[in-house]
């Protein structure tokens, strides 16, 4: 079994920067992607960002040159620097992890952590 734990979340003023964090942990054999989704009130979870094990990134077009990916793959964490924060950001944001802990892949999700941009 695999766990993510996500910190980093918090309210910030529009323009503003946040960085969020997300370790995974147990028996864990490779992760590949690793990333961001979020989802706003009333809304469905959408992609933000994910990176694969070699560098690849896919990023949703509202975040192309604001938040940036970037992963540690020594210690199973993925980070999330947002910057130039919108007021439309706002949302729980989900760390997402593809593992193989045993035999096969199988998808983990974070417990979220609240994104609150205020205008």
């Known amino acids: 079994q695999v766990q993510l734990v996500e910190s980093g979340g918090g309210l910030v003023q529009a323009g503003g920067s946040l960085r969020l964090s997300c370790a995974a942990s147990?028996?864990?054999?490779?992760?590949?992607?690793m990333g961001w989704y979020r989802q706003a009130p009333g809304k469905q979870r959408d992609l933000v960002a994910t990176?694969?094990?070699?560098?690849?990134?896919n990023y949703v077009d509202s975040v192309k040159g604001r938040f940036t990916i970037s992963r540690d793959n020594a210690k199973n964490t993925v980070y999330l620097q947002m910057n130039s924060l919108k007021p439309e950001d706002t949302a729980v944001y989900y760390c997402?992890?593809?593992?193989?802990?045993?035999?096969?892949?199988?998808?983990?999700w974070g417990q979220g952590t609240q994104v609150t941009v205020s205008s």
């Open positions: 147990g028996t864990i054999f490779s992760i590949n992607p």
């Open positions: 997402y992890a593809r593992a193989r802990s045993a035999a096969s892949y199988s998808d983990y």
């Open positions: 990176m694969t094990s070699t560098g690849s990134t």
